[in-house]
């Protein structure tokens, strides 16, 4: 094979020998990593390595003690899996010579490349409280009565913490600050109304609601559910801090609340009925609302990891333009924006004279898309220049975007901005 050496340029890449390290840690799997380096066929230096991990492989006992040398080593264990995600994990290590054994020597850390700004990321934060939910249901005894408190705390912690998520994620996603609240019912009313309707009547159809409709009973409201769980023992407590603090004095309580240093019986801990069936379809009311989903209602291209391979086009999400009748145009860095991160005045009087539906320049690299509605001669995708305004024009290619814009574009369409925008 051929590549680039940073020393001699173009040249022929040599396969070096293979060699195998047998990671220790058993909550990874004990993976037998596979490394096959490349070397330059000129200078010999080592350019590239393919490296592999194989789980399940037949470890390798070391002894009592190591006859080989031992070398220093910062040892990864990647894995990407099918939708393309990927995580790693890096620990610093020795291995041993004789028997390949890599042996951490320090905590490790992991990361998958996830970057979080001012904004936050919601879908970040729906996906936590999905994997709590998931948790909570592993943890949570199934199929007989638990045997104790402390038996169901861990899940019911975790439920509490998947709730909470979820609303934040929400109220984040429709820029609106949560602040530092954790009343549950408080966040649940503070949702759009939009979001709210929509949970409570998938809630309302839930199998424990439905019964009770059945036989003429009265169902429970998300809200009635949520205010379960904001208060414990006439508000001297919540089950936010009971799934945590269960055993810690009394005298933790406020005097005002009459139970400071008392003996009590904590007969007030919530068993979770109908709040998972909330947490469920609270998840599920985010995702109806996600601003790929509103665009694919409104018959639009989008999908996750489709974007063209085309050089500076960003995002996480491909969104083909000319589905939803629209144009993008896509405006370099150096053309829009002054030293100071303004406008240059040339652009800012050629956009007051065509304002778009939406715009946005948030990680794009510097770039700026502006979003119109296409006349009949409008130029298809290609490179223009626009009465002095040099930018891509994006019709029917993928444009790559992040969630946050598809969610804020789909506000925009759906929205009293007048119909049409163009650049006319």
């Not at 490790?108 to 249901?137: C, K, N, W």
């Not at 694919?296 to 000319?322: K, M, T, Y």
């Not at 290619?397 to 007048?418: F, K, V």
Request: hydrophobic share 35%.
């Amino acid at each position: 094979m051929d590549g680039n050496c940073h020393q001699c340029g173009r040249q022929e890449f040599l396969p070096g020998p293979i060699r195998i390290f047998f990671h220790t840690v058993t909550a990874l799997g004990s993976p037998v990593q596979v490394e096959r380096p490349f070397t330059c066929a000129n200078c010999g230096q080592e350019i590239q390595t393919e490296v592999s991990y194989h789980m399940g492989q037949a470890k390798r006992a070391s002894g009592d003690r190591s006859h080989g040398r031992v070398e220093n080593m910062r040892a990864m264990i990647s894995m990407r899996d099918d939708t393309g995600q990927f995580a790693s994990v890096q620990y610093p290590a020795v291995w041993l010579t004789d028997t390949r054994e890599v042996l951490p020597t320090r905590e490790g850390t992991i990361q998958d490349g996830t970057v979080v700004d001012r904004h936050g990321d919601p879908e970040l934060m729906a996906r936590f409280a999905a994997h709590y939910l998931s948790a909570y249901r592993a943890a949570m005894p199934n199929g007989r009565p638990p045997r104790s408190v402390v038996e169901i705390m861990p899940a019911l912690h975790l439920l509490v913490m998947a709730t909470e998520l979820v609303i934040k994620a929400d109220l984040m996603r429709s820029d609106k600050d949560a602040g530092n609240r954790h009343s549950l019912r408080e966040l649940y009313e503070a949702l759009d109304d939009a979001h709210r309707q929509d949970a409570d009547d998938r809630f309302a159809r839930c199998d424990p609601n439905a019964k009770l409709a059945m036989v003429g009973q009265t169902t429970l409201t998300i809200s009635d559910v949520l205010a379960v769980y904001d208060s414990s023992y006439g508000g001297a407590s919540k089950v936010y801090l009971d799934t945590r603090y269960y055993a810690e004095p009394t005298t933790k309580f406020r005097e005002s609340t009459g139970l400071h240093g008392a003996n009590l019986v904590k007969a007030s801990t919530p068993y979770p009925i109908f709040l998972p069936h909330v947490v469920e379809h609270l998840i599920a009311t985010f995702r109806f609302f996600d601003g790929a989903a509103r665009l694919q209602r409104l018959g639009g291209q989008v999908r996750q990891g489709a974007r063209a391979a085309i050089e500076n086009n960003h995002g996480d999400w491909g969104l083909v333009p000319s589905s939803l009748d629209l144009i993008v145009l896509q405006v370099a860095q150096n053309v829009w924006m002054d030293a100071n991160g303004g406008e240059l005045p040339q652009f800012r009087r050629w956009i007051h004279s065509r304002p778009p539906i939406f715009s946005t320049a948030w990680k794009y690299g510097g770039s700026r898309l502006l979003f119109y509605r296409p006349e009949e001669h409008t130029p298809s995708d290609s490179e223009q220049n626009i009465d002095g305004i040099r930018c891509r024009i994006w019709r029917d290619t993928a444009l790559g975007m992040h969630s946050r814009d598809l969610y804020r574009l789909a506000n925009a369409l759906e929205s009293t901005i007048p119909e049409r925008a163009s650049l006319a």
